[in-house]
């Protein structure tokens, strides 16, 4: 880092939020009720997602704990449970995010509120349409993409409403220089469309592929689905809150791009265990690709240090700053674990066990989730025009971050040692599957807070929401008399 | 130096939305040419082969329409949740050294899979090789109440596929033999499978990948054996129905 | 909402967030720079030589050929097996079904199964035009001489294998049975017709 250089220039005019065209009020008031629909539909579907996962890890606990119901068997719960999480609160979560990201940076009003509005709804029917549909047997058998294929069309649709009016958006601009933040939004709306539109070609659509082609596929969009489409949109509320709340420019614009183009280029190959039964390149090309986000990695990481250099104090101040910087640090634990993980030597402990599980779900709820509550705490209230209660917000903050700490830790150990005990031929396989029920057990404490805490945030934008409601009745009622 | 930095990809181009947007489309291209396109190349028209040990044995062979039923099954209850259906070669894993199979999965042995269903997760032992080391009877007791043949194990039980009836004139063929562990039923009554649970089982006996191919060659040196650390003794491995 | 309650509170809001122009450590660029050689090592490694039949632990075709398990019979039938697979394979499909209007079965035609090479030895020398009967059906296409490029025990070894696979059972062919027709043939440069084949014995 010897030739680094800290010229931190101040970038082109500073925008700001009172300039004489539009203001930042007028803004939020373009995308609240799209923007409030989308948010609210993503907290419930998250709510949703883990008490299904509830449900399963009740199952480690007691197996036959609703084994008489097909619908809540084991696997059916884990498939709407991933589709829960990913579709009904990542998509709308990152969706509402870069929707509202895109009017602020852009300073452009919301274009095609309406649009956005149907498309949320059909989103939200196909959603739960294919939720049921999986409780019912008709999981199509590929991880992440387990909605049967023909709610494809509808979901690609709705989606694209959507993120169509985010790209006009866009087009509209006023601020003409883009801002890192946007490159990630505007990469997460066309990564989506792209992907899911070429995995459902290639395994709904006759004729579809054979063989391990299609695991190939599946394990390609599973892990750009996460990885780029949810993983961009939190990097893109990273990069923009935590900047905004310091009051800083971030460090380098030049930095922030290099991030951007090698997690494009790179975070987008992987997903594939090695030893894989497909011809040995096509692993070692998804291994080598995850390897090389340490280039991103390294770049992020550097760029927040210069930016938030001796600003750590302040973080108390601001729960949204909180949430980010929490999401930023989980972001490198769940990134560097995936790294190490895609090395053969580490991966012949791992696959399969639950270090990985670990991995996946401190990527979800310790990066993703918090990100995006972070940015929730931020735009909530301004899309309502009332302040969300303090200690809620505290205690959502803490149950997170300890449930998910607990839930990792708790995974991540008995995970490592699953590995370790299994790569002994000695060891029954019985015997550490029982050895590894304790750690998963204590997870499951973790899974408990982490309810506890997505229940608090729900109370707390729902209450916002009725409190509100009951500020616009009295005030009708007032103007009446 | 310093204007070659400057250069480096960043803030100056993606000001442009064109420019961003074609970037991106040349990165998607690269990982859906790497992961979609080029697999479909050249294993996407993968045939059934001559196995080396045995030339005209074609491997591997056409599913009867029972074994495509009990995979339907299988989907249908996301047993990939929990179980896994590839081996792993001898450096990337212990599952040839844990006796899971004879030989690594290869992409040939998954040619007539609709979905192929491999799993991330091993909360239960691979599946890969079940049909070298289990019978139908231990499967279907297993899928009844897994904790009649494992202690403790956590593999949840499936009762919805099987049915507890009255015993008519003449007792089931297929009834389960339920063991002196288990709470015994009421006098009179049996518990069957039904088709869902019989097709499973079927497909889970037709699992195994046990023909030596040209990709897959025998391991010189220890020969694997498929007996399992598992539940079924290595007595009872024969499958029945082929 | 139109209505604006008059409690309403006011949020503050900065400016929006701007990014610096730091430039890349210099040595960040060159550590990538290593990073992607090393990249480069690793998939000389573990990629198998992007070959369809390396997995590992193998690290290239050559490998995987040398790892087959086979008495000397059974290299022979898989050397034909690669041969057939390279050449023969695109028209008489490598399950040796053939293919409408490019070539006919090789599973289960009595030409393959003669007792000797005598006839197919010459087809695979020389190649054959004209109509033919196989398997009960007539064909009428040409296929083209194979002299110039096989050696006697590659021809030998290819005929081995489509003897003895996809059901079909007969003795392996000799190199020497090979270098005996190649002699008689000679210099030949017409491809044989099924009539002038048939008048030679089966043997």
Redesign the interface.
């Given at each position: 880092?010897?030739?680094?250089?800290?010229?931190?220039?101040?970038?082109?005019q500073?925008?700001?939020?009172n300039s004489p065209q539009i203001t930042?009020t007028e803004l939020d008031a373009s995308c609240?009720w799209p923007l409030l629909a989308l948010f609210g539909s993503a907290v419930l579907w998250l709510f949703l997602g883990v008490v299904l996962g509830f449900i399963n890890t009740m199952?480690?606990h007691v197996?036959?704990f609703l084994?008489?119901?097909?619908c809540f068997?084991?696997?059916?719960v884990?498939?709407a449970q991933s589709s829960a999480l990913l579709y009904g609160f990542g998509l709308q979560a990152s969706l509402g995010i870069g929707l509202w990201l895109l009017c602020?940076?852009g300073k452009a009003k919301l274009v095609g509120a309406v649009t956005i509005l149907i498309g949320t709804l059909f989103w939200n029917a196909a959603v739960t349409l294919g939720v049921c549909c999986i409780l019912g047997?008709?999981?199509?058998?590929?991880?992440n993409l387990?909605m049967p294929g023909y709610m494809g069309p509808v979901l690609l649709w709705s989606y694209l409403m959507i993120a169509v009016c985010g790209i006009l958006t866009?087009?509209r601009r006023e601020?003409?220089?883009?801002?890192?933040s946007q490159?990630f939004v505007?990469?997460g709306l066309?990564?989506f469309a792209?992907?899911f539109s070429?995995a459902s070609m290639?395994?709904f659509c006759p004729p579809?592929?054979?063989?391990?082609?299609?695991?190939?596929?599946a394990?390609?969009y599973s892990h750009?689905l996460t990885n780029i489409v949810l993983g961009f949109s939190g990097l893109a509320s990273i990069f923009?809150f935590i900047?905004?709340?310091l009051?800083r420019?971030?460090?380098?614009?030049?930095?922030?791009?290099?991030a951007?183009?090698t997690l494009?280029?790179f975070g987008?190959?992987g997903g594939?265990?090695?030893?894989?039964?497909?011809?040995?390149?096509?692993?070692?090309?998804?291994?080598?690709?995850t390897?090389?986000t340490?280039?991103p990695l390294?770049?992020v990481a550097?760029n927040f240090c210069?930016t938030t250099c001796g600003q750590l104090k302040s973080l108390d101040k601001d729960v949204t700053l909180q949430f980010s910087y929490i999401a930023l640090l989980f972001w490198f634990i769940s990134s560097a674990q995936q790294i190490v993980s895609a090395f053969?030597a580490v991966?012949?402990?791992t696959?399969?066990?639950?270090f990985?599980?670990a991995q996946k779900n401190l990527f979800l709820f310790g990066f993703f989730t918090m990100a995006s509550f972070g940015a929730m705490y931020y735009i909530l209230?301004?899309l309502l025009?009332?302040?969300p209660c303090p200690k809620l917000a505290k205690a959502n903050f803490w149950l997170m971050l300890l449930g998910v700490l607990i839930s990792y830790l708790g995974l991540g150990v008995g995970g490592a040692n699953q590995g370790i005990l299994?790569?002994?031929?000695a060891n029954?396989?019985?015997d550490v599957?029982?050895a590894t029920?304790m750690p998963v057990r204590v997870s499951s404490l973790g899974d408990l807070m982490i309810i506890g805490g997505i229940l608090c945030f729900l109370l707390n934008f729902f209450g916002m929401f009725a409190r509100?409601c009951c500020?616009?009745c009295?005030?009708?009622k007032e103007?009446c008399k | 130096m310093l204007c070659l930095?400057q250069g480096?990809?960043?803030?100056l181009?993606?000001?442009y939305?064109p420019f961003?947007?074609l970037?991106?489309l040349c990165?998607?291209a690269?990982?859906?040419l790497?992961?979609?396109l080029?697999?479909?190349m050249?294993?996407?028209?993968?045939e059934q082969t001559n196995s080396v040990a045995d030339l005209p044995v074609m491997y591997p062979s056409q599913p009867a329409g029972v074994t495509h039923q009990g995979a339907e099954v299988y989907?249908?209850?996301?047993?990939?949740?929990?179980h896994?259906l590839?081996?792993?070669?001898r450096?990337?894993?212990?599952d040839l050294?844990?006796?899971l199979g004879f030989r690594?999965?290869?992409?040939?042995?998954?040619?007539?899979?609709?979905?192929?269903?491999?799993?991330?997760?091993?909360?239960?032992?691979d599946l890969s090789n079940v049909g070298a080391r289990m019978n139908p009877s231990t499967i279907l007791l297993h899928l009844y109440n897994?904790?009649a043949t494992?202690?403790?194990?956590?593999?949840?039980?499936?009762?919805?596929l099987f049915e507890k009836r009255k015993i008519g004139r003449v007792a089931s063929p297929d009834a389960l033999v339920l063991p002196a562990t288990l709470p015994p039923l009421e006098k009179g009554y049996e518990i069957v499978p039904r088709k869902e649970a019989l097709s499973l089982a079927y497909y889970l006996t037709s699992l195994r990948q046990s023909s030596y191919l040209f990709e897959a060659p025998p391991p010189q040196k220890a020969k694997p054996v498929a007996t399992?650390?598992?539940n079924a003794p290595a007595a009872t491995t024969n499958s029945p129905a082929k | 909402?139109s209505?604006?309650?008059?409690?309403?509170?006011s949020?503050q809001?900065?400016?929006?967030?701007?990014?610096?122009?730091?430039?890349?450590?210099?040595?960040?660029v060159i550590a990538?720079g290593f990073?992607f050689y090393w990249?480069e090592l690793?998939?000389d490694k573990?990629?198998?030589?992007?070959?369809?039949?390396?997995?590992?632990p193998?690290r290239s075709s050559a490998d995987v050929a040398a790892a087959q398990p086979l008495d000397d019979n059974g290299k022979f039938l898989a050397l034909g097996k690669q041969k057939f697979d390279q050449t023969c394979s695109l028209c008489h499909q490598p399950n040796g079904l053939g293919k409408e209007g490019t070539a006919p079965p090789l599973a289960g035609s009595d030409w393959v199964m003669n007792k000797g090479c005598n006839r197919i030895g010459m087809i695979v020398l020389d190649g054959l035009s004209g109509p033919v009967t196989v398997s009960g059906k007539e064909y009428n296409l040409a296929m083209v001489p194979w002299k110039a490029t096989f050696k006697d025990e590659e021809i030998a070894a290819i005929l081995s294998y489509i003897r003895n696979s996809w059901g079909n059972k007969g003795s392996m062919i000799k190199a020497a049975d090979i270098k005996a027709l190649r002699a008689e043939s000679g210099a030949k440069d017409t491809p044989w017709t099924a009539p002038e084949l048939l008048s030679r014995p089966d043997k």
């Amino acid at each position: 880092m010897a030739v680094s250089t800290t010229l931190t220039a101040p970038s082109a005019q500073p925008v700001s939020s009172n300039s004489p065209q539009i203001t930042a009020t007028e803004l939020d008031a373009s995308c609240r009720w799209p923007l409030l629909a989308l948010f609210g539909s993503a907290v419930l579907w998250l709510f949703l997602g883990v008490v299904l996962g509830f449900i399963n890890t009740m199952k480690f606990h007691v197996p036959g704990f609703l084994a008489e119901c097909p619908c809540f068997t084991y696997g059916r719960v884990h498939a709407a449970q991933s589709s829960a999480l990913l579709y009904g609160f990542g998509l709308q979560a990152s969706l509402g995010i870069g929707l509202w990201l895109l009017c602020r940076l852009g300073k452009a009003k919301l274009v095609g509120a309406v649009t956005i509005l149907i498309g949320t709804l059909f989103w939200n029917a196909a959603v739960t349409l294919g939720v049921c549909c999986i409780l019912g047997g008709e999981a199509s058998g590929y991880d992440n993409l387990q909605m049967p294929g023909y709610m494809g069309p509808v979901l690609l649709w709705s989606y694209l409403m959507i993120a169509v009016c985010g790209i006009l958006t866009y087009h509209r601009r006023e601020e003409r220089e883009s801002y890192p933040s946007q490159w990630f939004v505007i990469a997460g709306l066309f990564w989506f469309a792209w992907i899911f539109s070429v995995a459902s070609m290639v395994l709904f659509c006759p004729p579809t592929a054979r063989g391990v082609v299609q695991a190939s596929v599946a394990w390609w969009y599973s892990h750009n689905l996460t990885n780029i489409v949810l993983g961009f949109s939190g990097l893109a509320s990273i990069f923009y809150f935590i900047p905004k709340i310091l009051g800083r420019p971030l460090h380098s614009s030049y930095l922030a791009g290099l991030a951007f183009w090698t997690l494009a280029l790179f975070g987008s190959w992987g997903g594939i265990p090695m030893g894989a039964p497909m011809p040995s390149w096509i692993p070692a090309m998804a291994a080598l690709g995850t390897i090389f986000t340490i280039i991103p990695l390294i770049a992020v990481a550097i760029n927040f240090c210069h930016t938030t250099c001796g600003q750590l104090k302040s973080l108390d101040k601001d729960v949204t700053l909180q949430f980010s910087y929490i999401a930023l640090l989980f972001w490198f634990i769940s990134s560097a674990q995936q790294i190490v993980s895609a090395f053969p030597a580490v991966g012949a402990l791992t696959t399969f066990t639950w270090f990985t599980v670990a991995q996946k779900n401190l990527f979800l709820f310790g990066f993703f989730t918090m990100a995006s509550f972070g940015a929730m705490y931020y735009i909530l209230p301004r899309l309502l025009v009332i302040e969300p209660c303090p200690k809620l917000a505290k205690a959502n903050f803490w149950l997170m971050l300890l449930g998910v700490l607990i839930s990792y830790l708790g995974l991540g150990v008995g995970g490592a040692n699953q590995g370790i005990l299994l790569m002994d031929p000695a060891n029954k396989f019985t015997d550490v599957m029982r050895a590894t029920m304790m750690p998963v057990r204590v997870s499951s404490l973790g899974d408990l807070m982490i309810i506890g805490g997505i229940l608090c945030f729900l109370l707390n934008f729902f209450g916002m929401f009725a409190r509100r409601c009951c500020a616009c009745c009295k005030a009708k009622k007032e103007a009446c008399k | 130096m310093l204007c070659l930095l400057q250069g480096e990809e960043g803030g100056l181009q993606v000001k442009y939305g064109p420019f961003l947007f074609l970037g991106l489309l040349c990165c998607m291209a690269a990982s859906s040419l790497t992961f979609v396109l080029a697999p479909q190349m050249q294993i996407g028209g993968l045939e059934q082969t001559n196995s080396v040990a045995d030339l005209p044995v074609m491997y591997p062979s056409q599913p009867a329409g029972v074994t495509h039923q009990g995979a339907e099954v299988y989907r249908a209850n996301n047993c990939a949740a929990c179980h896994t259906l590839q081996i792993r070669p001898r450096n990337l894993g212990p599952d040839l050294q844990r006796g899971l199979g004879f030989r690594y999965s290869v992409a040939r042995d998954y040619i007539f899979d609709k979905p192929v269903m491999l799993g991330l997760q091993r909360v239960g032992p691979d599946l890969s090789n079940v049909g070298a080391r289990m019978n139908p009877s231990t499967i279907l007791l297993h899928l009844y109440n897994p904790r009649a043949t494992v202690d403790h194990s956590i593999m949840p039980p499936y009762p919805f596929l099987f049915e507890k009836r009255k015993i008519g004139r003449v007792a089931s063929p297929d009834a389960l033999v339920l063991p002196a562990t288990l709470p015994p039923l009421e006098k009179g009554y049996e518990i069957v499978p039904r088709k869902e649970a019989l097709s499973l089982a079927y497909y889970l006996t037709s699992l195994r990948q046990s023909s030596y191919l040209f990709e897959a060659p025998p391991p010189q040196k220890a020969k694997p054996v498929a007996t399992t650390d598992t539940n079924a003794p290595a007595a009872t491995t024969n499958s029945p129905a082929k | 909402m139109s209505s604006k309650p008059n409690n309403q509170p006011s949020f503050q809001d900065g400016p929006e967030p701007s990014a610096g122009r730091a430039l890349v450590p210099l040595c960040l660029v060159i550590a990538f720079g290593f990073l992607f050689y090393w990249g480069e090592l690793f998939l000389d490694k573990h990629a198998g030589g992007f070959q369809q039949d390396v997995y590992e632990p193998y690290r290239s075709s050559a490998d995987v050929a040398a790892a087959q398990p086979l008495d000397d019979n059974g290299k022979f039938l898989a050397l034909g097996k690669q041969k057939f697979d390279q050449t023969c394979s695109l028209c008489h499909q490598p399950n040796g079904l053939g293919k409408e209007g490019t070539a006919p079965p090789l599973a289960g035609s009595d030409w393959v199964m003669n007792k000797g090479c005598n006839r197919i030895g010459m087809i695979v020398l020389d190649g054959l035009s004209g109509p033919v009967t196989v398997s009960g059906k007539e064909y009428n296409l040409a296929m083209v001489p194979w002299k110039a490029t096989f050696k006697d025990e590659e021809i030998a070894a290819i005929l081995s294998y489509i003897r003895n696979s996809w059901g079909n059972k007969g003795s392996m062919i000799k190199a020497a049975d090979i270098k005996a027709l190649r002699a008689e043939s000679g210099a030949k440069d017409t491809p044989w017709t099924a009539p002038e084949l048939l008048s030679r014995p089966d043997k």
